[in-house]
């Protein structure tokens, strides 16, 4: 391999200051595929050309498994648009609804209907706003509480699962990063393991349950929980909400049990009949019962004349094309590792850090660098894709744990999705309660960093100890850093405590 020296970090470098500086994940992957292009062919636009035909985001498309995660990613979303469409998540989030009478039960309850609405994170912001709002209202809570809540358990508790379309995605993405350094791993196994060190969404989902049993707020989210309080009339609907259709919990509940039954039949029988279930096995159960569950939902909602059998399919189709740009951003960022393996950008980063930066701090360092990209972009996903390549063989060569950087690098993407102005769940969080975007974002903030600060000091913890039981700590540290917050805004105002 040549040694391309400063040259080999130009193309994650451009991705990295290009996604920041102007929020567009597609325009700064692209530029940084053919900035590396460039590069390799030393210089010349028409072997460029010919290298980004022949062996670009169009080729990627030739590997089988990257082949399958597109599909099995472009079913999910499709699958998904139809159940919400149908008014069955809507119905689902009704019925838990009905016993709430106190403001503990009332965030209580919209965060467990949130982690059970977890296939969906525009859905889960969309479906809970208009349905929990009344009962906020009524007990005057503040929308800016609401939306917090919402938006604490839409990507948070997404990411985590790995079923669905984000699981599909980051599998992807690390299954390809470990290839490219001649490493076969199981994108699947891997997830799971990776779970334990998301501390970022695991603290976040944590957080909300908390706040709710101290019935305590700081910072700008305190006062606006007592202008909340203070208001004599309030009224019972929002007028910014945007309706969600509603219908019968039956819905939901036939397709996803085909979905879940579907799946545990083809996974007992491929386990059965190969004695072990990886990721392409995985991978190929999801699509089939996600497929499965499709028709049957089709069926289902023209039988009960909930939509025509046209509609209900044209609907299906609709969700599979709103993940195109999800599918490019994919494509590039496998581009983008290959090309980094091409010009051996993890040995480089590795050989300048080396003796430089203990080797503790790097899944926080990675953690930070996600953490301003995401909240640059909005993007999550995005971020994810800019920074696995790049996180896994540097943690390999600096000998640090790929699972913990890998972790540190999908809880970036989170906190900036998290509290963003321009992430499409927080936007969606403002719209969905009726609250102030700028209200919502300003009070919602603090606690993301609170949160944020938490994560950091967990993911240096979890690297020396190499404990997946860190969060346990992690969540210890932050009680007690959310306690400190509330004590300082009681004597600092006590009337808004």
Request: glycine letters at 8%; hydrophobic letters at 50%.
């Amino acid at each position: 391999m040549a040694d391309y020296g400063l040259l080999s970090i130009v193309p994650a470098v451009l991705a990295l200051i290009l996604a920041f500086t102007t929020r567009h994940v597609v325009l700064a992957l692209g530029v940084a595929v053919i900035s590396g292009m460039l590069i390799l062919t030393k210089g010349h636009p028409v072997d460029t050309a010919l290298m980004f035909l022949s062996d670009g985001p169009f080729t990627q498309l030739a590997s089988g498994s990257n082949a399958q995660i597109i599909i099995v990613i472009t079913i999910i979303s499709g699958f998904i648009y139809l159940v919400e469409q149908s008014g069955g998540m809507a119905a689902f989030s009704t019925m838990a609804t009905r016993y709430v009478s106190s403001p503990l039960k009332a965030q209580l309850a919209t965060w467990a209907t949130g982690i059970g609405v977890f296939f969906t994170d525009s859905g889960n912001s969309l479906i809970l706003g208009p349905m929990f709002s009344p009962i906020f209202n009524k007990l005057k809570m503040s929308k800016e509480k609401l939306a917090f809540i919402i938006d604490s358990t839409s990507s948070p508790i997404c990411v985590l699962i790995p079923i669905i379309s984000w699981g599909v995605y980051s599998q992807g993405l690390i299954e390809n990063a470990f290839d490219n350094m001649g490493q076969s791993v199981d994108g699947f196994t891997t997830f799971l393991q990776v779970i334990p060190y998301q501390l970022y969404a695991l603290l976040a989902l944590f957080s909300v349950p908390v706040y709710a049993v101290l019935k305590k707020d700081w910072g700008p989210m305190a006062e606006a929980e007592q202008q909340a309080r203070q208001q004599t009339e309030v009224s019972e609907q929002q007028a910014d909400n945007q309706p969600v259709k509603s219908g019968r919990i039956s819905l939901i509940v036939l397709p996803l049990a085909v979905l879940f039954g579907s799946l545990v039949a083809l996974f007992t029988y491929n386990y059965h009949l190969h004695g072990t279930i990886n990721g392409p096995v995985i991978r190929a159960s999801l699509g089939t019962s996600y497929l499965i569950a499709s028709v049957t939902a089709i069926a289902y909602y023209a039988y009960t004349k909930t939509m025509t059998a046209s509609t209900a399919f044209n609907t299906f189709v609709s969700g599979m094309q709103r993940i195109m740009l999800i599918l490019v951003i994919l494509l590039l960022a496998w581009t983008l590792g290959d090309i980094c393996k091409s010009l051996g950008t993890g040995d480089y980063i590795s050989q300048v850090m080396n003796d430089r930066l203990p080797v503790f701090m790097l899944p926080a360092l990675i953690f930070v660098i996600g953490s301003f990209i995401s909240v640059a972009t909005g993007s999550s996903w995005g971020t994810f894709a800019i920074l696995i390549p790049i996180a896994v063989p540097v943690a390999s060569a600096l000998g640090a744990d790929p699972l913990i950087c890998i972790g540190a690098a999908l809880s970036g993407g989170m906190l900036g999705d998290h509290s963003s102005p321009i992430s499409d769940t927080t936007i969606l969080s403002s719209m969905s309660t009726g609250c102030d975007h700028v209200s919502h974002v300003r009070t919602q903030f603090p606690y993301a960093i609170l949160t944020g600060v938490t994560a950091s000091i967990g993911f240096m913890i979890a690297e020396i100890t190499r404990s997946p039981y860190t969060i346990v700590l992690a969540a210890v540290l932050q009680v007690a850093l959310i306690v400190l917050m509330v004590r300082r805004q009681a004597a600092a105002s006590p009337v808004t405590a």
